[in-house]
């Protein structure tokens, strides 16, 4: 991964709370075996009629903010289905950045693992910027990463990033190789516990290879 | 993170005890027991170790199942036409192949939704940490075990280390005193405790439920409890193992053989919160008073007591809050401040990990037998599992169903989020024991109701909206 310490762009205000990742990657667009193609369904019901034409009162379709790079949105954004394809989409239209008040606990994760930014703000401030963007259509908005401030009109505005999601922003480590520099470590903790616990041990397998009696259901 | 020497709570014992490494103050290395995988979101992970040339570090400690994707026709052998879908299944019979990974494949018989499936099969135990690409994978804690939704990038990343890095959740506790009035289920009580506490109630929190009214559901009722929890916002959610769940376990767990049962369940002896162990926040209900409930809007939250009326506009303080159920109502087809009792459906959809277990069918066919689903009603039954299924047929279910009018169909996840070829038309109204009824999940413009089996089941006999209590038709 590419480390990343500033992301600028037009930012596209979406004040919708619990904007489900249904909404922001629809299930037509999860038929694939590789991450492309997706920069198409992103937000797909609120940006397309029923026919496939713009709907010219999504923001995402006018002027102003089209090639937006930052998204400003409510509580909750990115909550439900665990769908990965959800950040992969948003990257591929060219979104860097979402600020919201609060995320979807899987969503963050994913989109952190993506280096897609994903920037706390209480809710005074996405109520702010909102009304920065909306009254100012187009006007670039600016993260600091390093910092942890965005940078919108004339204002700064402090946002919240873990130290360990922030450093891997500014690092741009590989999660994997980093885990997998403490293989013996992990090794050594699965010989231990697999001892200690043997019947949580391989049960993937052994459970395959067990008659698997049909008695797998609750009498009545 | 607390010391070893504190009372603990559940969730940080299972946290503690799966800690490989503390990476500082707010992540741990978290070891994975188990992995489950489905079609598809699991393909770019196994494409990304493929790039890196990696191997599957312990190949055991995965499963995979088709479910999302495949059609539910009750014909057989089981063919997927789309092609992309069957793409996505012959990807995944390949990854599994190449690994050594087991795979329920289309046309074995014990396939079927994945959070049905590895409980049924015994796969589940208490203590355990159990992820998947799924955010229902919260369904686990029923059983005393650890589990959460993960990403695609964390599928590469447990299929090439066994491991997590994991953000250590809040601790909120949800006690639930009394017992479920007549009518209400476990469904009904998860739909009241998100509409109470909001779907970002539980966010950043690992819930533990306790209290008399979830001592008293059984096993399958806790997963149906558990399963929803996310729709709070939950990371995870967990019920101290009890003498039900270990039964549960051993009747299924074939090897758990003589030589070990007695180790296994005086370890599942220690998996409860002590005594004097504090949580962040802390919640309070009272079961007597949950009664049947129907969602109105289009987020788990948005959902009353059936014979409430829907809110009224004004009576929503938050800006925002009030334009989102501006725009629900729009989008339901429904006015606020009515009543959702005699509201039309033209489908009724029985399935999903939340509700496609046998308890739940048997509900169903209580209510159904020598009764007909109501003329211009589409009513679907999907058995969770090809086990659930065969055990419907063996209980003279089946025929009963279908005898009522229903659609018997073959095991899958089917219309709860419509990836296969059950979806609702624009504006279909549809009463379904699924657990989203976010805006196009069951179809682009389609109208979900979430609701128990029980009050599904009334709605299909009535053709609309009934209160299940008064079910005498």
Redesign the interface.
Known sequence: MQAMSYIEGVAAPLPIPNLDTDQIMPKQFLKGINKEGLAQGVLYDLRFDDKGVSRPDCVLNQTAYKGAGILVGAENFGCGSSREHAVWGLMQMGIKAVIAPSFGEIFYSNAINNRLLVARVSERDADRITAVIRSNPGIAVALDIEALVIAVAEEKLPFQLAPRHRDAFLGGLDMIETTLRETNKIKAFASAWAAQNPWLDNVGGKVALSANPRKAISQP | MKSCSQARTLYQKMVDS?T??I??E??V?L?V???LMNE??S??AF?GLDA?D?AV???????AVVD??IPTHPVRPRVIQ?P??A??AI?LRRNCERHG??LYDTNDE?QGIEHIIAP????I?P??VVLC???HTTTYGALGALGF??????I??IL????L?Y?VASEMRIRVNGQLPLGALAKDLILHIIGSIG??GA??YAVEFCGAAIDAL???ARMTLCNMAVEA?A?AALIAPDKKTIE?VL??????DDD?RD??VS?WASLFSDENASVDKEFLFDASEVEPQVTWGT?PDQTVGVTHLTPALESISSP??R??AR?AFQYMGLAPGTSLLGLPVHRVFIGSCTNAR??DL?VVAGMVQGRRVADGVRAMVVPG?G??R??AEQ?GIADILVAAGFEWRQPGCSMC???NDDVLE?QERCASTTN?N????QG??GRTHLMSPAMAAAAAIAGKIIDVRTFTI
């Open positions: 799966h490989v490494q990476l500082d707010h992540n290395l070891y027991d188990l992995h598809y979101t393909p770019q494409a890196a990696r570090a312990v190949p055991g400690a995965h499963v999302h994707i789309d992309a879908s793409l996505q990807n990974i087991t014990r049924e099969l015994g796969m135990r203590g355990m690409g799924d955010s939704g993960v990403g695609t990038s964390e590469e990343h090439a280390t066994q491991t890095v953000r779907a970002q966010r950043g059984s096993v399958e916002g990371r549960y009747a299924r767990a074939s090897d758990i070990i180790r296994a370890a987020s925002m809050q334009e989102a725009r046998i308890e048997r599992s086990s659930v065969l055990q209980e989020l419509a990836m624009p989203r976010f805006e196009g999940r682009r413009a």
